[in-house]
């Protein structure tokens, strides 16, 4: 990669004290991760409520099956600062058992699939990019490309004063249900 390039990907790595939950209900596991004033929680989702949100909708059984070869969480980010925090999911990574780097599929990929389908539906992915202002959040799907039950970790980047952190969280797990059609 030349030098250039680096220093525009360059982050600082923060340090994030996560914790994990799980619902004793449903045995559903979710992550949150805090550091300099960002908040990020993933929360595992069934793949029969992923069926159901965009089913209760009217969209068609093509896009759902699409949404369904990936493993779909929660997402949810807050902004625990007084100062403006940024994020774009284009610079968001997950990592495989296997050892490979993938990138996080945006909103805006999603979006274009839809579109060639016919489907004007734009709710649920979460915003590719946003700047919070001090106490904003957004919460929306993040996808990633991995079988149920699978572990990942899941490399995430914000922006605050300028600079660009970095955090990860090891041992994000795909609900390990069965997707169904």
């Known amino acids: 990669m030349p030098l250039y390039l680096r220093a525009v990907f360059s982050s600082i790595?923060?340090?994030a004290e996560t914790t994990k939950f799980t619902d004793p209900a449903t045995g559903l596991?979710?992550?949150k991760s805090e550091s300099n004033g960002f908040?990020?929680?993933?929360i595992q989702l069934h793949p029969d409520y992923v069926t159901a949100v965009y089913d209760s909708r009217g969209l068609p059984k093509e896009l759902i099956d699409g949404i369904l070869k990936y493993c779909v969480f929660g997402t949810i980010i807050k902004n625990e600062t007084n100062e403006d925090v940024a994020y774009n999911v284009a610079d968001w990574r997950y990592t495989t058992k296997d050892g490979k780097i993938h990138n996080v599929k945006p909103k805006s990929e999603w979006l274009k699939e839809w579109e060639a389908m016919g489907i004007g539906y734009r709710?649920?992915?979460?915003a590719d990019?946003?700047?919070?202002?001090?106490g904003d959040w957004i919460q929306g799907f993040t996808t990633v490309m991995v079988e149920p039950g699978d572990e990942f970790?899941?490399?995430y980047r914000?922006?605050?004063r300028g600079k660009?952190?970095?955090?990860?969280?090891?041992?994000i797990r795909c609900a390990s249900f069965k997707k169904t059609k």
């Open 123 to 126: 709710w649920s992915m979460l």
């Open 158 to 160: 914000w922006t605050l």
């Open 153 to 155: 970790d899941f490399t």
């Open 39 to 42: 908040s990020l929680q993933l």
């Open 13 to 15: 790595p923060a340090w």
């Open 29 to 31: 596991i979710s992550w």
């Open 164 to 171: 660009k952190f970095e955090s990860t969280l090891k041992g």
């Open 129 to 134: 990019n946003l700047t919070f202002s001090p």
